[in-house]
């Protein structure tokens, strides 16, 4: 019978999810509950409370009975009491209380009823056995309570059925603490704002010791806040009542013990105004001087029996008064001691707080000290108690500034002269009582600037007067009219001063009427001087200048600096963009004291030949621009120069050698000069050049100058060349001196005119020599060539000079190509004079193939790589004029296979593979020639390429063979020995393998991280290397700096060492995750195919998990159900992992949906709807989703060591209707943030019929008939469906009148259907109506109607009429719908009296119950 029960008892704790709430309790109800026995606790258990289903279970698998009626949701038991108490009970003695369980349902229940092992509480009889409780009946369990002390116990029973689990708790009170509060505490009327207070004597009437805490609200107070009491024990307990507004004022003393249970006393109490006033509320001020106080007095008069304590403030509200704290921050240090009473520099009340006895009145002092002159108001208010506002006061009284005023208000002072100091007296009178403060306001103007008033700013005393000192210096002229303004303080109006007048200026002239120049030469400076006179009594300031001068440069002034050459001012277009500045005037400015007077020098440098007419401007500050003016004229002329003998001669002239003439430069004017020789132009393709050492000078009026002119000839034969002479000033073209000479070059004899070297050798230099003789003091240069293109002499030295009276010798080297007669000649240029010719003659011998030097001493190639082919290139000449065919061969070797593609020349590898086919075959030589045949014309040169190549290290020497073939004459020329040492490039490698370890624990900071690495070349060969590593490791220098990825091969020489470092960066990737990172770092060899290797690995450990599953799926459960999966985690890190859970928040990513409860049984509509009314059609109205959490992960937190492993627990709440999907972070401290999909739905069953009913109509009563129901699965949760009271028959003999559904029992995934085939034998005459109940899960079964007419074969003629009739009857219960519900209501009623009788019932087995256990 027990099958059906689950094996394992949940814990309570997990299934009790909410107390119930404490009521609220008086002290003397409280006194009361504590005073009862368990008896009689027991008797007033009245209410009646169905518990909590905390273990729901599958009553398909658990039960055969399917027709059960109860809510799904509600207890089908309703235990008597809810809740076993055992109160006032004697430790030592045994209690004992009966439970009643009564059997609501209208199906019999299996109850099982578990109580834990105890050593005070036990059931009477056997622990853990099944009852059969009939519906409505009731079966009796028994609770024994043994104590030991006497203390608090709780317990619990576990009731469980074949379809729920629910829990009666069983709870023991044991002593008690009883503080005798009265129930309620009345303060009646109290004044506002004033604290009333009242003293309660509280004695401690339990059997404990109250450890208590007393708490109420705002305006009521209680001390003490907690305490200890003991028993039997009184205490005093204060309780206060300071209420801030008029009114009712209500709230609860509330007193706390300690062992959970609260009481609750109420307090009342009215606020009022008390009589308590200001004599006025207007205090008015007569008018007051600044810096004088005046006084009057305000009285309070307090009426009330209080004692009233008052304060005056600024603002009227508490509220504004924070508003003002909030404004003086910067006065925090003040406001923090300071209860925001009025402070204020005007008025002033004494004092500003107090108190006021019953029946009493204050007099408080009110003070007025202006500070400015004008009216101020305040309002202050009086904060008292008795009085919910407060009383406000408005001071109003008007300030009076000081009354200065000046003695004249305007002052004339008539005219004045300009920059002229002159003094004047003010003065200020104070009318007033107090001291008046007074500053000038500075004058804005240019006029009013000149003005100085001392002082400046001071107090004038009461009734008194101040003389100002005024100094007047004008700067400019003219009438003006001035207003000076004094500001006196807190006076609204200045004190104004009006002073008028008009400046007059100086008087001036010059002591000549003009200044005339005259006659001036130009470019030489002439100076006339005058006198400037100050007739007035005020110095002068003056500024002199010419309007008609230039704005350029200052004019040449040739007595200071005569022009360069190669300056443009001797030339005719010498004119620049702006005219020169030609005069000169000192001084130019300055002052003339008054009455005195200044010399003044005008010095023109005339760069203009012309007149002049202009005026000496004078310019007088203060007066005016171009205040006089003084006439000035002069006339600037150029003397006329000339040459006495225009045309020099000097005759024959050896070319290169400078020779020098003086010429005579005359003035035949009164006026000084100055000449210019021109520097040549076109110098360098002159035939002659010139120059002197006085290109410029000065020549004096009627006199002369000699002028040295020296020429130097540049070519051959008579010339004539004109030298150019420019006057300064001068216009047109400059004067033409005409210089003449003839060019001579020099005489060389050359001797032996013919040279014979004889037979000599081909290929062999021979030396003749022949002379160059200087026969003149000139230097002489020669050129000597051979004649012909393709000659066989060649001349040292070529070229030169002969120096003078001297000899030179020329080699000439004969170098014969063929055994043939050769001839030539020999030219040899003198420059600037004449060319020899010189015959040679020689014959020839021998051979005519010319090679390299190298060869004959043999070729030593040193060491050379391996695999890596070496060269070595000469070439050979056919120096003869016939054709040579030549052939290579090796010494001990068969003759070379000629190639069709000779290699390509170059000593550098292409690729690997063509490096390989390089490699000679075995029995082959190392070396070979290339090309092993040629054919060389006359002439021609072939570059022959020696070339070496071994697949294994060792040291080669072979010797190679030339023969040369001429017609049919074949003969060896030349022999060569090769040597060469083949090695392997050799590397000494710090070490193989560099290994990185970083442990990151969470305080870490990931830094990049080295190793040294070092590699040294051991061989006997350079080589360049080329490195490769890839990410995340790096190749750095030994200043740990990453190389450039573009950088070219390292070259290491012969046992250098390369000194490097490996950089490993540890967070090459964004995330905590561990990782390995593995390369190897390639060294490629430039000049060889080997490569060497070094492997590099590089780990980084931080704290990480593993976790067996990324998703957590519970699928879908029961509504109010729970489910546990299970997920192993291990730390698969070397360091300790400290981890956290928790839920992301984000509600985009984690979403709870609830979905409306679908009908559990949504019948089709069909035709004969309202027919037959269904009340499960309704649909459940949707509630909001619980707030209760729908996910938890147990541990939240833990710490794994490495390799350790920890088993977490997911819960899934399954609160009803809902859809969750969540996701949960696992937060590991220094580590990565590890993500759960956690996924969940919970729903109830449902379903759909597709047919309510069967209407077969008139059948053959003797015909099994048949019909197809469709059962659909609407939900989203998996059902099993039964057809209770199916016939067990078969479908083709069913008995008469029992329905046959096919098939009766089965399970129905969400989404699918299953087809019911219904049959039904009527088995007799007549209308039948029948019905089938579907059974879906746990839900109220379902109903279909079976409904017809069995008939005998034949035509009944009745049956249109029987028809009409049922149809009757439809339209008539279609047209009385409130009939029908009002029957509906009726069986409502009707249920629920039933239930009230049962509970009754319950009620007086209960009694009998308790009767019996008192008599036992």
């Not at 059997?207 to 305490?227: D, E, K």
């Not at 009114?247 to 308590?276: F, K, N, Q, W």
């Not at 004008?374 to 208010?381: C, D, Q, T």
């Not at 020099?746 to 013919?754: D, S």
Request: charge should be neutral; charged fraction near 25%; include cysteine.
């Amino acid at each position: 019978m027990a099958s059906g029960f689950p094996k394992k008892t949940p814990s309570p704790r997990l299934l009790l999810r909410e107390r119930l709430k404490p009521e609220t309790l008086t002290p003397s109800a409280f006194q009361e509950e504590m005073s009862l026995s368990t008896k009689q606790r027991l008797a007033r258990a009245k209410k009646l409370s169905l518990p909590q289903i905390v273990q729901p279970q599958d009553k398909r698998e658990s039960s055969h009975q399917k027709l059960s009626a109860a809510d799904p949701e509600k207890s089908s038991f309703q235990p008597c009491p809810p809740e076993v108490v055992f109160q006032n009970y004697t430790p030592g003695e045994v209690c004992e209380v009966p439970v009643v369980l009564r059997n609501r349902d209208k199906v019999p229940h299996l109850m099982k009823v578990t109580l834990e092992s105890s050593p005070y509480f036990q059931l009477v009889g056997p622990n853990d056995v099944c009852r059969k409780v009939p519906p409505g009946l009731s079966t009796t369990v028994h609770v024994l309570f043994s104590p030991w002390q006497n203390k608090d116990y709780f317990h619990q029973l576990l009731c469980t059925t074949e379809r729920e689990g629910f829990i009666v708790p069983i709870r023991a009170i044991g002593a008690r603490a009883i503080l005798d509060f009265p129930d309620q505490l009345d303060f009646s009327k109290c004044p506002v704002k004033y604290s009333s207070q009242k003293t309660l004597v509280v004695r401690n009437v339990g059997n404990r010791a109250a450890h208590y805490q007393l708490s109420t609200q705002s305006p009521f107070s209680v001390l003490p806040a907690m305490g200890v009491l003991g028993v039997g024990d009184t205490m005093e307990v204060t309780v206060g009542f300071q209420p801030l507004k008029t009114g009712d004022c209500s709230a609860s003393l509330v007193v706390h013990y300690d062992t959970g249970e609260d009481t609750h006393t109420s307090l009342h109490g009215r606020a009022v105004d008390a009589p308590i006033r200001l004599d006025r509320n207007t205090v008015t001020f007569d008018k007051t001087y600044i810096t004088v106080s005046n006084r009057t007095t305000v009285l309070i008069h307090n009426r009330s029996n209080i004692t009233a304590r008052f304060q005056w403030k600024a603002v009227d509200a508490g509220e504004e008064e924070d508003q003002l704290e909030l404004s003086l921050q910067s006065e925090m240090a003040k406001v923090r001691g300071d209860p925001m009473l009025f402070s204020d520099d005007i008025f002033c009340l004494e004092p500003k707080e107090g108190e006021i006895g019953p029946n009493c009145s204050a007099e408080i002092s009110v003070s007025f000290k202006p500070q400015e002159a004008r009216v101020y108001e305040r309002a202050v208010y009086c904060d008292i108690s008795g009085r919910q506002n407060r009383l406000p006061l408005l001071l109003t009284g008007e300030g009076l500034g000081p009354r200065l005023h000046s003695y004249f208000e305007e002052l004339n002072i008539g005219e004045v002269s300009l920059r002229v100091t002159h003094r004047y007296k003010a003065a200020l009178l104070n009318k007033g009582p107090i001291g008046a403060p007074f500053s000038l306001i500075p004058p804005s103007t240019a006029m009013g600037s000149c003005f100085t008033f001392l002082p400046q700013e001071g107090i004038v005393a009461p009734h008194g007067f101040q003389i100002i000192q005024i100094s007047f210096c004008p700067t400019m002229m003219g009438e003006f009219e001035e207003e000076f303004c004094f500001r006196v303080t807190e006076s609204p109006k200045p004190v104004t001063l009006t002073i008028r007048g008009s400046v007059t200026g100086p008087t001036f002239h010059f002591d000549v009427p003009a200044l005339h120049f005259g006659d001036v030469s130009f470019g030489f400076p002439h100076t006339l001087k005058c006198c400037l006179y100050n007739t007035s009594l005020v110095h002068m300031a003056f500024n002199l200048h010419i309007p008609g001068d230039g704005l350029g440069e200052p004019s040449i002034d040739i007595s200071a600096k005569i022009p360069d050459p190669s300056s443009q001012c001797w030339r005719k277009e010498a004119p620049g963009l702006r005219r020169p500045r030609e005069f000169t005037i000192s001084p130019c400015s300055g002052t003339v004291r008054a009455l005195g007077s200044e010399d003044i020098k005008v010095t023109l440098c005339s760069n203009t030949v012309g007149e002049y007419k202009l005026e000496l401007v004078l310019d007088v500050e203060d007066v005016g621009k171009k205040a006089l003016a003084l006439p000035l004229t002069a006339r600037c002329v150029v003397p006329p120069l000339r040459v006495l003998d225009p045309v020099v001669s000097f005759r024959r002239c050896y070319l290169e050698v400078p020779y020098e003439k003086k010429l005579t430069l005359v003035n035949d004017s009164d006026f000084p000069g100055c000449y210019c020789v021109l520097p040549q132009e076109n110098k360098e393709e002159a035939a002659t050049w010139y120059c002197t050492s006085m290109a410029t000078g000065i020549i004096e009026a009627r006199g002369s100058v000699q002028i040295p002119i020296v020429l130097q000839a540049r070519l051959l034969g008579e010339c004539d060349v004109t030298a150019e002479l420019a006057v300064l000033g001068r216009g047109g073209s400059p004067l033409e001196i005409h210089l003449e000479c003839i060019g001579q070059g020099p005489i060389v004899c050359v001797y032996p005119r013919e040279i014979n070297f004889g037979v000599i050798r081909v290929l062999k230099d021979r030396t003749k020599t022949f002379y160059l003789a200087n026969q003149c003091d000139l230097p002489a240069t020669f050129q000597a060539k051979m004649a012909g293109k393709h000659s066989c002499w060649r001349l040292e030295p070529s070229e030169g000079v002969v120096p003078p009276n001297t000899e030179v010798a020329v080699r000439v080297i004969a170098h014969l190509s063929d055994t043939l007669k050769f001839q030539g000649e020999v030219k040899v240029s003198i420059e600037n004079s004449t060319t020899t010719i010189i015959s040679l003659q020689a014959v020839g011998k021998g051979a005519t193939i010319a090679m390299d030097k190298s060869l004959t001493s043999g070729i030593n190639l040193k060491s050379q790589f391996s695999f890596t082919p070496c060269y070595f290139h000469f070439k050979m000449t056919n120096t003869g004029r016939r054709i040579h065919r030549l052939y290579w061969s090796t010494e001990g070797f068969g003759t070379f296979q000629h190639r069709t593609r000779p290699p390509a020349l170059g000593g550098k590898r292409k690729t690997k593979g063509k490096a390989a086919s390089q490699i000679p075959r075995p029995g082959s030589p190392v070396f070979k020639v290339q090309p092993l045949q040629v054919d060389l014309s006359p002439g021609q040169t072939v570059e022959m390429v020696l070339e070496g190549c071994s697949s294994t290290a060792q040291e080669v020497k072979e010797r190679l063979l030339c023969h040369a073939q001429v017609g049919n004459v074949k003969e060896q020329i030349v022999q060569v020995d090769v040597t060469c040492k083949f090695i392997c490039p050799v590397v000494q490698i710090s070490s193989r393998a560099i290994t990185f370890r970083v442990e990151k624990k969470p305080s870490d900071v990931l830094t990049l991280q080295y190793q040294p690495l070092s590699l040294k070349n051991t061989c006997s060969l350079p080589f360049s290397i080329v490195l490769d590593l890839e990410q995340p490791f790096l190749i750095c220098n030994a200043d740990q700096q990453p190389l450039p990825a573009d950088s070219k091969p390292m070259t290491l020489d012969v046992g250098e060492e390369l000194h490097l470092c490996i950089q490993f960066n540890p967070a090459y990737e964004n995330n905590l995750h561990s990782r390995v990172a593995e390369r190897v770092l390639r060294i490629r060899f430039t000049e060889h195919p080997h490569e060497e290797q070094i492997t590099v690995r590089g780990e980084v450990h931080f704290p990480n998990l593993h976790l067996e599953t990324k998703a957590v799926d519970f699928g879908c459960i029961m509504n109010d159900t729970e489910e546990m999966l299970f997920m192993r985690m291990t730390n698969c890190s070397p360091l300790p992992v400290r981890y956290h859970w928790s839920f992301l928040t984000d509600r985009q990513l984690n979403t709870i949906r609830f979905i409306p409860s679908p009908p559990k049984f949504k019948p089709r509509s069909s035709k004969n709807e309202g027919v037959f009314p269904r009340r499960y059609s309704k649909i459940e109205s949707v509630e909001e989703p619980t707030k209760t959490p729908v996910f938890s992960v147990w541990p939240r937190r833990c710490v794994l060591e490495p390799g350790e492993s920890e088993v977490v627990i997911f819960t899934f709440f399954g609160h009803a209707n809902i859809k969750a999907r969540g996701r949960a972070l696992c937060h590991v401290e220094g580590g990565p943030t590890y993500e759960v999909l956690v996924t969940g739905q919970a729903s109830y069953p449902s379903y759909q019929l597709d047919v309510e009913e069967i209407d077969w109509g008139l059948q053959v009563f003797n015909k099994v008939l048949k019909a197809e129901v469709t059962l659909q699965n609407t939900g989203v949760l998996e059902f099993t469906y039964v057809v209770p009271e199916s016939s067990t028959d078969t479908a083709a003999n069913p008995l008469p009148g029992v329905p046959v559904v096919v098939p009766s029992t089965g399970s129905i995934a969400p989404g699918k259907k299953q087809v019911l085939e219904v049959y039904y034998l009527p088995g007799k005459l007549g209308v039948f109506c029948k019905t089938v109940q579907v059974q879906v899960a746990s839900l109220d079964p379902a109903e279909i109607f079976l409904k017809g007419e069995g008939t005998s074969p034949g035509v009944t003629k009745d049956l249109p009429r029987m028809l009409k009739e049922e149809e009757e009857v439809v339209q008539e219960e279609e047209e009385n719908p409130e009939q029908e519900e009002r029957e509906r209501d009726e069986s409502v009623v009707l249920e629920s009296r039933m239930e009230s009788r049962m509970e009754s019932r319950m009620e007086s087995r209960m009694e009998s119950l308790i009767v019996t256990a008192e008599q036992q």
